[in-house]
């Protein structure tokens, strides 16, 4: 089928041309431009971080090799052949990964309980004054602006080694996460049956009760649920400055170079990590149906 | 009008809304066994992981003395050396995120389902990417650290690596949202596999890439501020030592440093991405 392609007389189509060819030439320059100070920005960096790229090709095959020496045991063997061997510590590194998951659970848990006090004074639309709001505002950004571990390593000088330290710095962070998404789930709320608890007569820790709760209670469960997941990540490296969990074990394995010991340990980690992903996603859609899960 | 209305008679009510009053008992009881449960697991937890009130409050006092002893942040002589840190933590941030950036961008495309048909060949570079994501930042240092030796380099592989990660899968997830009329244009108008991926996928999908790369270079600013800790460079190396030495004032000085400098990158960063893809996706 012939189509017919109407030109434009010459002229119109020049001036089109011209202006078309103008828009794309700033749009490149915009865009070269932008390219050039990226890539200054990484050269600077790049002096910064000391990048050596003669160290970087002389070592990459360490990295192969350091894969190929963590899944091969003392022996000489693959580890796969002989799990009894490579999993010489199962049990031990089992319960260590049981600290791991419980520090998380109560670091979670008391971030929760901590959160939830705080959010009712930080959302804009229900806190009972503004100078409150503010104050705890700036407690909640500084919690969560500092790392976990930068406070567990303070803890540890404080409570001690153990994992008393990886629990409070993880509850530390998890208020401070966990305090802003609240508050923004307090802010989207809807208000009427607020005005609604209020026009009989009721006080404001009544209004938060049977007004706001029930509409924020489900999405406060489902961010903490996620919490839980990132909190048991951050809960495997807690050891790794002494506040107890499975960093403890793979820290001294990865130092004193056990390696088939390293590669079991991050197995197991792994693993857990996907089955805890896999539980409260689970939970999550169970509790709350899909368009819960975000 | 001025009759009351007639107090609902209870029975009537429970006979017209047994849903309601006659619930059964699973239901009823659901909730509190499940909150018992949590607190079960909270009070096995504590006293699992050697919760005591007496070092509770042996380590509150602590940490009070400390806090005292942090006031005001003081750096010493050794400002030069914090503000060298810094930068280096800042550089491991944005060279490691844009490494992992440009290496994810190819193999994502294995791993999104408009790309890669087959579940067969998609199935493996997705686990690769779940499990590279299930080793943390840290762990990854410790491994580079043998591999390259102390210093930001290793922290800027480390950062490198676990980004890969997260940027295959989010890649992937924003290639696979990408609208397919365009990239059906292209083949109507006889491109190839690697001109629909150029033309028709990645003008649509590079706005999206940039602004998650912003966001993970502000994020990657608190990581490398601790991948330090482990010996991986950055100010974290002189913070877990000025702890270690009981320095209060330089490390309450290196918090507010840290607090300070991702604020600012935080700032930086969601400007860019105003610019790059406008107000409506930087929520």
Known sequence: MPVAVSV?????????????????????????????????????????????????????????????????????????????????????????????????????????VLAFAAN???????????????????????????????????????????????????????????????????????????????????????????AVLPQVIAGYASYALLRFEINVREASVMGFVGAGGIGQELVVAIRKFYYSDVSAILVMIVVTVFCIDIGTGWVRGRLFGKEART | MNQMPTPPDRRELRARYPHIFDRPASARLAMPVVLLLALGIFVFGLVDLDFSPTRLLAGLNQLGWITMMMVPPDPGSSLPIYLKALGETLSIALLGTTLAAVLALPVSLLAARNVVPSAILRFPVRRVFDSIRGVDTLIWALVWINVVGLGPFAGVLAIAVSDFGAFGKLFSEAIEGADRRQVEGIRASGGNALHEIRFGLMPQVLPVIAGQVLYFIESNTRSATIIGIVGAGGIGLQLAEQIRVLEWQKVSFLILMILVAVTAIDWISVKLRFAIIGQRAVA
Not at chain 1, 38 to 54: H, K, P, R, S, Y
Not at chain 1, 78 to 107: A, H, N, P
Not at chain 1, 178 to 192: H, P, R, W, Y
Request: charge should be positive.
């Open chain 1, 8 to 112: 434009l007389p010459h002229q119109q189509l020049a001036a089109l041309n011209a202006a078309y060819r103008e828009a794309i030439a700033r749009k490149r320059l915009r865009l070269t431009l932008g390219a050039a100070v990226f890539c200054a920005a990484l050269m600077v960096a790049g002096v910064g971080a000391e990048v050596n790229f003669q160290t970087f090709f002389t070592f990459f095959g360490n990295f192969i090799s350091y894969f190929d020496r963590i899944l091969t045991l003392d022996t000489g063997a693959r580890v796969w052949t002989d799990f009894g061997e490579w999993f010489w510590g199962f049990r031990k590194w089992l319960r260590f990964l049981g600290e791991t998951i419980l520090i998380s659970y109560v670091g979670t848990l008391i971030g929760f």
């Open chain 1, 120 to 210: 009712f004074f930080a959302a804009e639309n229900i806190s009972p004054a503004p100078w409150l709001r503010f104050v705890v505002r700036r407690l909640l950004e500084f919690a969560r602006t500092v790392p976990g571990i930068v406070f567990a390593l303070i803890f540890v000088m404080a409570f001690g080694l153990g994992p008393m330290a990886g629990v409070l710095a993880i509850a530390i962070h998890s208020t401070g996460a966990l305090g802003k998404q609240f508050s923004e789930i307090v802010e989207n709320a809807d208000m009427k049956p607020v005005e609604g608890v209020r026009s009989t007569g009721a006080g404001w820790l009544s209004c938060m009760r049977f």
